[in-house]
T-cell receptor, first 113, second 116 residues
Framework: KAGVTQTPRYLIKTRGQQVTLSCSPI?????VSWYQQTPGQGLQFLFE???????NKGNFPGRFSGRQFSNSRSEMNVSTLELGDSALYLC????????????FGQGTRLTVV | AQKITQTQPGMFVQEKEAVTLDCTYDTSDQSYGLFWYKQPSSGEMIFLIYQGSYDEQNATEGRYSLNFQKARKSANLVISASQLGDSAMYFCAMWTGGTSYGKLTFGQGTILTVHP
């Protein structure tokens, strides 16, 4: 059974650009959550999608957005990149056990220059 | 507000010995769950163990066990027979009931170093 797949693994972008990250959850899982990890702030929750609907959102500016497709794959987009957006972005998928399980992907390491 | 506190920035252990990583939590919800994850330098967050607030038994998964003390609001991870491959960052995390869909609150982590 394949795990959570995030693409790409590494990205380098310039300030002001936008970026799209992808997350394919474990087969059968319908919930996808996104997190930002930085040395200063640690792991912070961005948002969660379930059956193409955003059910929960963290405290991030509107430059951070996401969506989920009918096959449960999710994308997150960051527009007008800032240097402070440099981080490891992790996604987690959950299945029928809901909040009692959360399996993470390998992450996408974004560097903004 | 929910909060996870990991007071040990770094821990050292000798190979084959046991080690306990501390985690305390704060929540007013009666329904919650606690996770431990391992994050090697590659960045992947690896699930280790889960404990629900209503679970009466301490969770165990192979060499990992969770020492759950509800009254003290602590959920310490015990790793038995440490291996060199256990060297990594370890995070304690919590979800709480209600509408916190998908949201885990993480501690700051503990770096574990296993010496040969």
């Amino acid at each position: 059974k394949a795990g959570v797949t995030q693409t790409p693994r590494y990205l380098i972008k310039t300030r002001g650009q936008q970026v799209t990250l992808s997350c394919s959850p474990i087969s059968g899982h319908r919930s996808v959550s996104w997190y930002q990890q930085t040395p200063g702030q640690g792991l912070q929750f961005l948002f969660e999608y379930f059956s193409e609907t955003q059910r929960n959102k963290g405290n991030f500016p509107g430059r951070f957005s996401g969506r989920q497709f009918s096959n449960s794959r999710s994308e997150m987009n960051v527009s007008t990149l800032e240097l402070g957006d440099s981080a490891l972005y992790l996604c987690a998928s959950s299945g029928t056990r809901g909040n009692t399980e959360a399996f993470f992907g390998q992450g996408t390491r974004l560097t903004v220059v | 507000a929910q909060k996870i506190t990991q007071t040990q920035p770094g821990m050292f252990v000798q190979e084959k010995e046991a080690v306990t990583l501390d985690c305390t939590y704060d929540t007013s919800d009666q329904s919650y769950g606690l996770f431990w994850y391992k994050q090697p330098s590659s960045g992947e967050m690896i699930f280790l163990i889960y404990q629900g607030s209503y679970d009466e038994q301490n969770a165990t998964e192979g060499r990992y066990s969770l020492n759950f003390q509800k009254a003290r609001k602590s959920a310490n991870l015990v790793i038995s027979a440490s291996q060199l491959g256990d060297s990594a960052m370890y995070f304690c995390a919590m979800w709480t009931g209600g509408t916190s869909y998908g949201k885990l609150t993480f501690g700051q982590g503990t770096i574990l170093t296993v010496h040969p």
